[in-house]
């Protein structure tokens, strides 16, 4: 059963850092999309980065392209999300998230839509003050 643990979360002012952490096990993720994506208080979710665990393809959403980079260890079979000039519209609980079965051919929409994904971690907090 593939478990997605993430961690990392946590209360900072505008311009800090932060790396999220997703620990994933159950599987073999070389055949999976990993993604990240956010949900803030009485909005949708809504799609953060995700990356090809094989390949090393990333996608990144407009909001945060240029401040955040995903990345993946393969030896601790985990996930990161560094965030850099983090912003107060930041804020929000952030989710790891895997799709099987993906593939080179597979489109940006797979990777980006949170309904093509199959297995959710609990989600970390992140808060941004201004």
């Known amino acids: 059963q593939v478990q997605l643990v993430e961690s990392g979360g946590g209360l900072v002012q505008a311009g800090d850092s932060l790396r999220l952490s997703c620990a994933a096990s159950g599987r073999t993720f070389s055949s999976y999309a990993m993604g990240w994506f956010r949900q803030a208080p009485g909005q949708e979710r809504e799609f953060v980065a995700a990356?090809?665990?094989?390949?090393?393809?990333?996608y990144y959403a407009d909001s945060v392209k240029d401040r955040f980079t995903i990345s993946r260890d393969n030896a601790r079979n985990t996930v990161y999300l560094q965030m850099s000039s983090l912003k107060p519209e930041d804020t929000a609980v952030y989710y790891c998230?895997?799709?099987?079965?993906?593939?080179?051919?597979?489109?940006?929409?797979?990777?980006?839509?949170?309904?093509?994904?199959?297995?959710w971690g609990q989600g970390t907090q992140v808060t941004v003050s201004s």
């Open positions: 998230a895997a799709q099987e079965g993906i593939t080179p051919y597979s489109s940006r929409y797979s990777y980006t839509t949170s309904g093509k994904y199959d297995y």
């Open positions: 990356i090809n665990w094989r390949l090393g393809t990333t």
